[in-house]
């Protein structure tokens, strides 16, 4: 059962964070509408675009998940293994999203990957 | 002025967005660790055994911990799409990945759990990744500035 979440969260996250970075660079957020008052105009406009009800689809799913794997395992287990996330979509941004990933980048993503990794363990 | 509107110098500019993006970076990261926390906490304090029923799940989001989580997290959810808007994924993922660490320190501090040497240098892997991710520039692929 533990596993199984692990994984259903793994793959849901990956789905739900490729949408949402490709949806918001279409259209992106600027700093002003993040105060109180714009908010439910933000709200609105974000309900209104399919990938992103499709990454909020995706969100729901692990979220749940992640509650049933906080009910049969450790905080600090729970959290970190879901991490393995990580170099799986760096590898998805790069080819799917095209961003430019330089060495460092490469880098410091496989130093969070192994330290996730050795936080699981 | 230019058409009503002041001429900033572009390296200001560039670092007036970074400094944005930084921001709502460490607002991403705090959301998510106290909203872990609380959904951690009301999880761990209730009573009923779960199953897989959906309407266990749902009861179980208005008892206060657990609401307090999901309206972090939510308010987590929201700042984080802004994020993604502002700067790569691949550079979002490393450096929000500090909310992993806060939380293993907070599972020990307030659950008592054990926190071997192992996790402490996973800890020390994920902030040297995070220490080489915050030297590449946040955005590659979106020129756009966060006004």
């Keep these: 059962m533990k596993w199984l979440m692990v994984a259903i969260i793994v793959g849901s996250t990956s789905l739900a964070d490729l949408l949402q970075s490709f949806e918001m660079k279409r259209h992106v957020v600027a700093a002003e509408d993040l105060r109180p008052g714009r908010l439910t105009a933000m709200l609105r406009g974000l309900a209104k675009r399919g990938p992103l009800v499709l990454a909020v689809f995706f969100m729901a799913i692990s979220f749940f998940a992640f509650m049933k794997l906080l009910s049969v395992a450790d905080l600090s287990f729970a959290v970190p293994v879901t991490a393995a996330s990580v170099a799986l979509e760096t590898v998805l941004a790069c080819l799917v999203l095209h961003e430019k990933v330089t060495a460092l980048r490469w880098a410091g993503a496989l130093c969070v990957a192994c330290g996730v990794t050795l936080l699981a363990m | 002025m230019a058409g009503g509107r002041a001429v900033v110098d572009l390296p200001t500019a560039t670092r007036r967005i970074d400094l944005k993006t930084k921001l709502l970076t460490l607002f991403v990261v705090c959301t998510n660790v106290l909203g872990n926390f609380s959904m951690s906490w009301g999880m761990k304090h209730q009573s009923v055994d779960l199953g897989l029923s959906p309407l266990a799940y749902i009861r179980l989001i208005f008892t206060p911990w ?54 402490w240098l996973g800890t020390a892997f994920i902030v040297i990744g995070i220490i080489c991710v915050g030297l590449t520039a946040a955005n590659t692929t979106n020129q756009e500035p966060a006004r």
């Design chain 2, 66 to 119: 657990v609401l307090l989580g999901t309206t972090l997290l939510i308010l987590w959810l929201l700042s984080r799409m802004t994020l993604l808007g502002w700067a790569d994924l691949s550079y979002v993922l490393p450096m929000t990945s500090i909310a992993y660490v806060l939380s293993a320190v907070l599972g020990k501090v307030f659950f008592g759990e054990q926190v071997t040497w192992q996790r």
